[in-house]
T-cell receptor, first 114, second 112 residues
Framework: DAGVIQSPRHEVTEMGQEVTLRCKPI?????LFWYRQTMMRGLELLIY????????DSGMPEDRFSAKMPNASFSTLKIQPSEPRDSAVYFC????????????FGSGTRLTVV | GEDVEQSLFLSVREGDSSVINCTYT??????LYWYKQEPGAGLQLLTY?????DMKQDQRLTVLLNKKDKHLSLRIADTQTGDSAIYFC????????????FGTGTKLQVIP
């Protein structure tokens, strides 16, 4: 298995632009998580999907952030409009059966908003 | 709420043992985890322990859990330069879906 695949690896965009981050979870995993990592706040859970349905989006910072999971093999995290404070590394992780045996993380997308 | 605390930095010499410590607050934690993050990469699960266990050993890694003190440690025997990374402690609890809370991470520097 190729693991959790995220794209792009790096994204540089101007303030106000729309940004879309993509994630392909491990085949067969039914739970998917989006995290944000910054030096100041560490790892923050943004949203959790189970069987393609959003279960917990309490970590989504504000209405500028939205996430979708149209099918079991694809998810997107969109920021519109982007702001410099959104600069961070965004990770996608997937697991099976709510993750008692831990998560598999992707390599992340490093987002820089200038 | 849940809180997981770790020291920020640890420096050891190659060949020595490393001990990374973690404290957590949620007494209802069910699973506790150690993840490793190398530069430019995502977190990689190293090992995990169920809350009714005291110890788990996996090759060079030993996890010790003191549930009374809510203290978790990761010992790496014969530390190598390839072990240099950030190590995250994490806990999960059955708050509906095994929600996981991560610590702040401990940066391990191995000196050759």
């Amino acid at each position: 298995d190729a693991g959790v695949i995220q794209s792009p690896r790096h994204e540089v965009t101007e303030m106000g632009q729309e940004v879309t981050l993509r994630c392909k979870p491990i085949s067969g995993h039914n739970s998917l998580f989006w995290y944000r990592q910054t030096m100041m706040r560490g790892l923050e859970l943004l949203i959790y999907f189970n069987n393609n349905v959003p279960i917990d989006d309490s970590g989504m910072p504000e209405d500028r952030f939205s996430a979708k999971m149209p099918n079991a093999s694809f998810s997107t995290l969109k920021i519109q409009p982007s702001e410099p404070r959104d600069s961070a590394v965004y990770f996608c992780a997937s697991t099976l059966n709510r993750g008692r045996a831990g998560y598999t993380f992707g390599s992340g997308t490093r987002l820089t908003v200038v | 709420g849940e809180d997981v605390e770790q020291s920020l930095f640890l420096s050891v010499r190659e060949g020595d043992s490393s001990v990374i410590n973690c404290t957590y607050t949620d007494s209802s934690s069910t699973y506790l985890y150690w993840y490793k993050q190398e530069p430019g990469a995502g977190l990689q699960l190293l090992t995990y322990i169920f809350s009714n266990m005291d110890m788990k050993q996996d090759q060079r890694l030993t996890v010790l859990l003191n549930k009374k003190d809510k203290h978790l440690s990761l010992r790496i025997a014969d530390t190598q330069t390839g072990d240099s990374a950030i190590y995250f402690c994490a806990e999960s609890y059955s708050g509906g879906y095994q929600k996981v809370t991560f610590g702040t991470g401990t940066k391990l520097q191995v000196i050759p």
